[in-house]
């Protein structure tokens, strides 16, 4: 069964670097998202993307973060200058086209973004 | 504005006992609702997904949930626990809606136990 595959899986970096995870959706899949989940609490929508640009971003999602969409597989969110409260597990997720069934989203195994 | 109700953050069952989790939606219109499992260091996958085709939905694993729209609840159950199936489970909302890019809006979790 086909998958969604971040990269990497555990990421340490210092306050103030920028980082960039990477994810590589699910081949015929049109929409792309970024949630997190901070240690103990739940997880959080960041932002939607479908064709090639921004469809929904939440409140966390401010002008330290981006998406892009660089060839026709990765799909990476950058944070600018990371900051201590950037700590979570950063989970991608891709899904098809809703039909108005409502298309589940299939999610990768995450990267835990540690920063120091 | 949508949002679940994990009514428990902690459960423990007996190995060949009933599985309940519980959980209630809010939704202005009508949700597309999803249990997901996580199990530890891995990704979120999903159980099953009500859509309004039918109100009782069969997943995987022998899980199954039933979508009362009277109750505004879609309790996760399973006859019978095995011990595999300790792990934190989520209840997901999301408007849906053809041709767009929908957010999940997640509960706060269970954590199932499964002791012999």
């Known amino acids: 069964e086909p998958e969604v595959t971040q990269t990497p899986s555990h990421q340490v970096t210092q306050m103030g670097q920028e980082v960039i995870l990477r994810c590589v959706p699910i081949?015929?899949?049109?929409?792309f998202y970024w949630y997190r989940q901070i240690l103990g609490q739940k997880v959080e929508f960041l932002v939607s993307?479908?064709?090639?640009?921004?469809?929904?971003k939440s409140e966390i999602f401010d002008d330290q973060f981006s998406v892009e969409r660089p060839d026709g597989s990765n799909f990476t969110l950058k944070i600018r200058s990371t900051k201590l409260e950037d700590s979570a597990m950063y989970f991608c997720a891709s899904s098809d086209r809703d039909r108005g069934g409502g298309q589940p989203q299939h999610f990768g195994d995450g990267t835990r973004l540690s920063i120091l | 504005a949508q949002s679940v109700t994990q009514l428990d953050s902690h459960v423990s069952v007996s190995e060949g006992t009933p599985v309940l989790l519980r959980c209630n939606y809010s939704?202005?219109?009508?949700?597309?609702l999803f249990w997901y499992v996580q199990h530890p260091n891995k990704g979120l996958q999903l159980l099953l997904k009500y859509t309004s085709a039918a109100t009782l939905v069969k997943g995987i694993n022998g899980f199954e949930a039933e979508f009362k729209k009277s109750e505004t609840s879609f309790h996760l159950t399973k006859p019978s626990a095995h011990m595999s199936d300790a792990a934190e489970y989520f209840c997901v909302v999301s408007l849906g809606g053809t041709g767009t890019a929908s957010k999940l809006t997640f509960g706060t979790g269970t954590r199932l136990q499964v002791t012999l």
């Open positions: 081949s015929n899949h049109l929409y």
């Open positions: 939704s202005s219109y009508s949700p597309s």
């Open positions: 993307f479908y064709n090639n640009e921004i469809s929904e």
